[in-house]
């Protein structure tokens, strides 16, 4: 008789308190993610080689890296002493269908590494006619972003803010970063860095 009641009194006690709970917790909205990539698998130092990603070398011989520091995997172009005149290297995530009437945003984080030029650079590209094989067959337009500068700190990574992709609403697109830079021309070899892409 004891036992069953101070199950009864317990219930009591815990019920108030678990409606309570409820009441008052409020999860966040749902936002579907279209992209989210850390660059969290490989090993430093690796080509990177990711499920659905392409990582094209359209001049010269350096394609884009994992590098990982301090525990943080992150995605890296490099011209440096590749011997190439020129560099060129796109990074492109699998196609992403905004067809499902939403408006989408990109946001990722960049930084830089001797740069000292702004033509050695770092692009992000939209196109809604990349077949997925021929990208300089494609039309790209560039996307307004927050990027690194000659004047940021090295390897001090920026936010690129929202990239509105509101205009391609109803369309499949693939986004791009590409870098553009020389192994033979010290003005032209730094590197950039990307981490964090999201699309939601």
């Keep these: 008789m004891r036992n ?18 409820d009441e008052d917790t409020q999860l966040p909205a749902y936002v579907p993610v279209k ?3 850390t660059f969290s698998k490989g090993e430093d130092n690796s080509l990177l080689a990711i499920n659905g990603w392409t990582n ?9 890296m994992i590098q990982v520091y301090s525990g943080n995997g992150y995605a890296e172009f ?25 408006d989408h945003k990109l946001t990722f984080k960049a930084s830089q590494s001797y740069v000292s030029s702004s033509s050695n650079k770092l692009e ?5 006619d990349y ?12 996307l307004s972003a927050t990027l690194p500068t000659t004047s940021s700190k090295y390897f001090e990574f920026i936010n690129s803010g929202d990239v509105n ?28 860095q990307i981490d964090n892409v999201i699309v939601q």
């Design 4 to 21: 069953i009641f101070k199950v009864l009194l317990l219930s009591a006690v815990i019920a108030p308190a678990v409606v309570s709970c």
């Design 78 to 102: 490099n011209p440096y002493s590749s011997g190439d005149a020129s560099n060129v290297g796109w990074l492109i995530p699998p196609v992403l269908d905004l067809n499902d009437g939403k």
């Design 131 to 142: 077949d997925g094989t021929n990208v300089t067959a494609a039309t790209w337009t560039p």
């Design 165 to 192: 992709l509101a205009a391609y609403t109803g369309s499949k697109v693939h986004i791009a970063f590409k870098v553009t830079g020389s192994g033979t021309n010290a003005d032209l070899d730094g590197s950039y």
């Design 124 to 128: 992000v590209l939209i196109s809604k």
């Design 35 to 37: 992209v989210s990539q």
């Design 56 to 64: 094209y070398n359209e001049a010269g011989n350096k394609k884009w």
